[in-house]
């Protein structure tokens, strides 16, 4: 089964570039089969990792950021595959 996590946080306005920047460092405790980044509008940086696991596993998440860096907790969400078309 194909798990991706989804981790999406938004910065400080004008600190986008740190946060994208902090996130693209972080090291995982393993390694995904694949783990994408993405930045939008408002500061706000996306990260979904995929992993072969069951839905339920213990999985690596990135931490929190400081909090002077983002405006919100961060957002995490779990989604298992459905298929690819």
């Known amino acids: 089964m194909t798990v991706a996590l989804m981790w999406e946080a938004r910065a400080v ?4 570039g740190e946060l994208l920047a ?5 090291e995982l405790a393993g390694r995904p089969l694949r783990r994408e980044t ?3 509008p408002a500061d706000r940086v996306l990260v979904i990792t995929w992993w072969d ?3 339920d596993a213990e ?3 990135l931490p929190e950021p ?3 860096l983002v405006t919100r ?5 779990r989604f298992e595959s459905a298929g690819v078309s």
């Open 13 to 16: 306005p004008g600190r986008g």
């Open 22 to 26: 902090w996130a693209q460092a972080q």
């Open 38 to 40: 993405f930045r939008a």
């Open 53 to 55: 696991a069951p839905y």
């Open 59 to 61: 999985l690596p998440e």
């Open 66 to 68: 400081d909090g002077a």
């Open 73 to 77: 907790a961060v957002h995490r969400w």
